[in-house]
């Protein structure tokens, strides 16, 4: 074995033992986290520090996986997707590392990914083909010589959406003013603006100067063949030797900042009001790598200043109307960790006033204590929150500990010290009776002045100036062009189309490793789901899981008779619950009570559709407590079902800004699933239920809301909520689900059925029959320069769910869709559902087109009649849709699985035939299905979340047009 051991150690927190190893001759470092978790894991990290903002290693971590030496085929990543059991595949870049994870419960598939991306780090064909990086990065795109020139590539499009948001703007911002000289002034990512600047060479250099055996950090997790993963690291490591060059250094004393206070703006829509729509921010350098108990303590310090609308430095600037929504944050930002505070929906003029009420509050902190038990409540609510996800599978674990391990390890300190916590909460705890939280707010905060001002002032019609701007300076580098060279340029980008066109040869597939169909199997986990009385004519549901002494409680009110239009106020009521006064608490109080005893209580809507189409709505109240803190969890549930007061004014305009901040933050994030739903909203009563809960609907009802509450027009809202809320208060409408022990059943329900004995128990009205949206195609403008093109439809009665359709939702994805949205068309990426329900649902992801996409979505029946596949393809994609049918799931999530399999009216002997019918495709299973898709398609709508300029352009295409945000 080429590899010794350095050192080992028990890890109790995350139920492992660690294994600390060298590669001899390269000095390359693996930890193995041994365990008998079976969702094995595998990262490989580099260190990969960004000079400048041209989205180097963000770029590169896309190429290496185009294609490698042994797995020459243009996107093995891709085929890795579509024929792997893998429970996790991807990679990503930080601000000065980037990962390369796999996991999967299956020792044969976690072997074959991890051989692929061994090979794709260090043997990629980049070197050999520049193209790579045009598709990747970037390229002048010149299809035709009369053409306008624009640049194109999948990194170039995908942070022209990521760097549109203010939220990021702003975390870019902060890094870059308080780290200037470090590379953590940089967006690692890659701006739009510098993208372009990259070369083929540069490239190149950075490669080989990074992704060397010597500088790379392996962790290997899970009950895995060590020989063998040993053996493949082995076969890349060995004969590579040391760099020349010395290691990379991250580590740095950061200094005063030169600039203290900073303006600069971002983009809204153009024509929109830019008042009150300015963020501000403080942010301060508190820590490094190095610093792990202060780490800790500043985690739990964001927690009491920030970590609800009560808490203290929070309260006091909601209260001086510094911003609408207050955030503060403890983030690692890589060696350095950054404390910070935003105001959102401020304007400039509040920065003054703003670093008064944080100086002042502060101050007051130190001079009169922080409260004991505001303390003990956030190190119980952050304690809950790591043990807890350390019994988690629904997550792959050995992946987020190899993140983990990565916050200590690459800056040269043990990778150990970040996979331990309990000691040093503990520690907290003990240090928190000496003025150990005081004292930081002094050290860290009130003292330090290696901090910056942030103003990020909006500006309308920002993004539009800007790729106006760009595009004539495209313009006038192509006049400035021979004709000989724009010819040049046109066969460039016809030389690329022609590669993404053109089919990986056979040979080059088939050098992938892949499954077998022996190693394949339609074995099923089933979860248990008993029924019993709970009160007369409903029921509590009990999945028996191992819950580590969890107890987890979700009650569903039944309210299948209320109006499709009550959803609204249905839905906003859930998401105050908790977080307003009741009869004996006030809102501190609640929440302090909350943090302290329970892992916290959260309101929901949610509406299951039976396999008959039958809509199943509920008003949903969630909560979760250690086994000895039940009684109290169970006690302030009925606190807050019973005794909640809508009558505060100022806590209802925080809580209703806050909503609607996060739908805005959720625009930046997830438009394409918010596009696909409204889509399908027209077409589908459940969906449509579904938008007036958390969709576009309930957006612009709680910007309606919040304009009231703002004008002090509370009218009859309080009245209406308390109305509403009264109406769920019916023994006949409540229904439990107890996911927990067996042992535990009895004094659950005794529990709960003695707290909320005193109810009125009456009949429910006659369940309503709901009603689609008005089917038409519509367009949203938000200020940014990338669209998400949006298109539904119902496929019930028309394309029957099954094995075949799941096999060829596999290929759409990971094939069709794949390479002419995102491949060709440049786009970030796309998405497709189709549901046993009938809902059908596509979308693309920070893409530059509109009617292309939407050209490409109608192209799909003629891809499915033209299918020919071999052997060797067809079961890969087999492959691929079984895994997506067997993720692991943590003992939680199976309860919950149960209990809407339960609800929809699926068995787990359906799931298996589902596996069967998957098993047993064929290519004339798959292609008898494109006149079914031809159906559905022809009669779907669309709905496009996106840039104003291109929307305008395509506005024949809509119906209506509106402005998002």
Known sequence: MTFKLIETKELNDIHSIGKLYEHEETGAQVLHLDNDDTNKAFTIAFKTPPYDDNGIAHILEHSVLNGSKKFPSKEPFVELIKGSLNTFVNAMTFSDKTIYPVASTNQKDFSNLMSVYLDAVFQPLIYSNPQILEQEGWHYHLENAEDDLIY?????????????????QLYTAIQKYLYKGTPYEFESGGLPS??????????????????????????????????????????????????????????FEATQPKEEDVELTYSITDGDDPDQKDYLAIAWHTATASDSLEQHGLRVLAEILFGNNQAPLKKALLEAEIGGDINGDFFQAGYPAVFSIDAKYSD??????????VESTLTDLVKEGISKELIQAALNKITFRLKESAISESNP???????????????????????????????????????????????????????????????????????KETLKTLQEYKASLSDQEIDTLVEQTQALIARQEAPDKAEDLAAIPTLDKEDLSTETEDYPLTESTLFEGTTLYHANQFTSGIDYLDLYFDVSDFEAEDYLL??????????????????????????????GIHGGVVVYETVTGEAKPYFTLRGKSLEASFTKLVELIHEIMTGTQFTDRT???????????????DINSAAHVIAASRALS???PVSKLGELINGIDQFNFTKKLLKQIKANDMSDLSEKLQNMLERLLNKQRIHALYIGEENRLEDVKTTFTEAFASLRSESLGDAVTYEAGEKKNEAFITAQDVNYVGFASDATNELTYSGSSLVLSTFLRYDYLWNNIRVKGGAYGSMFRHNLNGD??????????????????????????????????????????????????????????????????RTTADVIQLKEEVLATTEASLTVLSEGFRSVIDKGTVAVIGNKAQIEQERENFDDIHELY
């Open 840 to 905: 059908f649902q596509l979308s693309s992801y920070r893409d530059p087109n509109i009617k292309k996409t939407i050209q490409t979505y109608q192209g799909i029946p003629e891809f499915i009649e033209a299918l020919q596949l071999d052997d060797a393809s067809l079961l890969k994609a087999i492959i691929g849709t079984l895994s997506n049918l067997d993720q692991p799931l943590s003992a939680y999530h199976k309860g919950k699985r149960a209990f809407s399999r339960h609800q929809v009216g």
């Open 682 to 684: 027209q077409v589908k």
């Open 570 to 599: 249905l839905s906003y009521l859930s998401q105050l619950l908790g977080d307003l006064p009741t009869e004996n608490y006030s809102v501190a109080e609640l929440q302090t009570q909350i943090d302290l005893h329970t892992g």
């Open 194 to 251: 510098t993208i372009p600047s990259l070369t083929q060479e540069a490239f190149l250099d950075f490669h080989e100067k990074h992704y060397h055996p010597s500088s790379s950090l392996t962790i290997l997790y899970g009950d895995l063949d060590t020989d063998h993963a040993f053996d493949l690291l082995a076969s890349y490591f060995d004969g590579k030797g040391q760099l020349d060059e010395p290691a990379v250094d991250l580590t």
């Open 152 to 168: 194109k590539g999948v990194v170039y499009n995908e942070m022209k959406g990521a760097t549109a948001s203010p939220d990021s």
């Open 397 to 467: 674990r050995g992946v987020l500990y190899a993140i983990s391990s990565l916050n200590t390890w690459l800056y040269d300190l043990s990778p150990f010290e970040s996979l331990e916590f309990s000691d040093k909460l503990d520690l907290l705890a003990k240090l928190s009776e000496e003025g150990y939280f005081e004292q930081l707010i002094q050290d860290k905060l009130l003292n330090n002045t290696k901090r910056v001002n942030i103003v990020l002032k909006a500006e309308p019609g920002k993004n539009d100036a800007i790729e």
């Open 348 to 357: 400039k003029g509040n920065m003054d006033r703003f670093k008064e009420v």
């Open 651 to 665: 806590e209802l305009l925080n809580i209703t800004q806050r909503h609607v901040s996060d739908f805005e933050d």
